[in-house]
């Protein structure tokens, strides 16, 4: 059965819109600015992470977005993700542009429940924050894997959104990377 791992960067204060500052927003570039020399024990992980991932699980944004900056690339990394399995949750799209791929269409907690059937180990998220907020909702989230950078932006869009009800995690894993970021591990709590 496959689990679905919400993996992303986020600022202490919960941002994360526009790591990388190529969208405009007046807090953008976060990413390298705090990340520094801490990002090759970053790579580091987020490699691992691609190595052990069975399929990815994107929105039609951020399959575009990662389109465009990972199918030029040659590296292992590179290699390793743009050979992986997409899942694109679109109702405009025709067909996946980050490689191969499907999109999902309709009802998405449908959808990726179906999914987590017939995937067999980790089904990672980047990225895809509506996409996650709905998976969140529906209780479809088996774990969050959230790299945190040392800055509070104040302002930007954030990982959470409203939700209908309390959601239950169990702290799994921390881990310093580099000197300054901090690499946290949640999995969904069960119920007592």
């Known amino acids: 059965m496959g689990k679905i791992v919400i993996s992303t960067n986020i600022s202490l204060d919960g941002v994360v819109q526009d790591p990388d500052g190529k969208e405009g927003f007046r807090q953008g570039g976060w990413f390298l600015s705090y990340g520094g020399d801490d990002l090759k024990a970053w790579g580091a992980i987020m490699f691992e992470e691609a190595r052990n991932a069975q399929a990815l699980l994107l929105g039609r944004r951020s399959d575009e977005w990662f389109a465009t900056r990972w199918l030029s690339r040659t590296d292992e990394w590179a290699n390793r993700l743009n050979s992986l399995p997409k899942y694109v ?104």
């Open 89 to 192: 949750v679109s109702s405009t799209l025709d067909k996946v542009q980050w490689g191969d791929g499907k999109v999902l269409r309709g009802d998405v907690a449908g959808e990726v429940s179906k999914l987590k059937q017939e995937v067999d180990g980790d089904i990672v998220v980047y990225a895809s924050y509506q996409v996650g907020r709905v998976l969140m909702e529906h209780d479809l989230v088996d774990e969050l894997r959230l790299t945190v950078f040392p800055v509070v932006l104040g302002a930007g869009e954030r990982l959470f959104g409203e939700t209908s009800d309390q959601r239950s995690l169990r702290l799994a894993g921390t881990q310093t990377v580099g000197e300054g970021l901090t690499y946290l591990t949640y999995e969904r709590a069960t119920a007592v």
